[in-house]
């Protein structure tokens, strides 16, 4: 049953607090794979900014080609979109081959939303519709195991979503946090890789945009849904959550961070 303490897990065994990020004197830069103009790194951008860790964003929607190798990158990280990963479209094909490959050579994965589909998909798995679209915030549980606690940094994590299909957790794979609405929010394979239903980057900007834009017409569409939220409940609702958002977000990008290729 979910208790009203986000942070239960630390009144029955003692905190473990983890020393400052220790990166290599020269990281490797992070492959960023950008499928939609209106959904770029956002804060996923501005926290590794701050712990000096380069990008190079792929505008695929834009002309641009996904890399032939990740060979010059340390990590690979790719976006979301309002398009569906079963779509005949050739980054999104690129994209899990770049997914595969770094799975070959440990390279780190994230993927957010319709990234972390591209993963599962990757990966065998498949994506389907949603019992329940999801718009707005909401929160999310995470498990109660060493995996979960590695990624997650308190078990009722405040997200935000926008989507109507999901993934299922691929071979190897184990899911590490789920919702009521839908029940697989995020799944990791080990402490290199982890793919997420949510978007766990957005920030102010972001969400003003989206709410400004045709694809906005999945609220009115999915109004039915009880994980969907109105325009003005979504902003009332940023204004109160999206700083703590942004927290439980540092946490899980610091824990991939710690093990990009130098």
């Known amino acids: ?63 641009d080609t996904a890399p032939a190798s990740l060979e010059s990158f340390g990590g690979l990280c790719l976006l979301g979109g309002p398009m569906s990963v079963n779509d005949d479209w050739r980054p999104l094909r690129d994209g899990e081959k770049l997914v595969l490959e770094a799975l070959r050579t440990n390279t780190p994965v994230f993927g957010h939303c319709l990234g972390g589909q591209l993963m599962s998909r990757a990966l065998g798995g498949q994506i389907t519709a949603s019992p329940h679209a999801e718009i707005g915030w909401s ?34 794979a184990r899911l590490i946090a789920s919702g009521r609405w ?29 709410l400004s834009v045709a694809e906005s017409a999945d609220i009115d569409h999915f109004a039915q849904s009880p994980a969907v939220q109105a325009r003005e409940a979504i902003r009332s609702a940023t204004e109160s959550r999206l700083a703590d958002c942004q927290r439980a977000a540092a946490h899980i990008y610091d824990r991939w961070i710690e093990r990009l290729a130098a």
């Open 1 to 63: 049953m979910r208790q009203s303490d986000p942070y239960r897990w630390y009144h029955r065994r003692r905190p473990q607090y983890r020393s400052p990020l220790l990166l290599p004197p020269f990281v490797k830069p992070v492959a960023v794979l950008q499928y939609y103009a209106r959904d770029g790194v956002g804060f996923f951008g501005e926290h590794l900014r701050t712990r000096a860790i380069p990008l190079r964003v792929f505008e695929l929607f834009n002309g």
């Open 139 to 172: 929160s999310i549980e995470a498990h109660d195991d060493a995996l979960a606690r590695h990624w997650f940094d308190r078990v009722d994590v405040p997200v935000f979503q926008w989507h109507n299909e999901m993934f299922s957790v691929p071979h190897d």
């Open 182 to 210: 839908c029940a697989h929010q995020a799944f990791a394979i080990g402490n290199l890789h982890i793919g997420v239903q949510f978007h766990c980057e957005i920030d102010r900007p972001k969400i003003e945009s989206w």
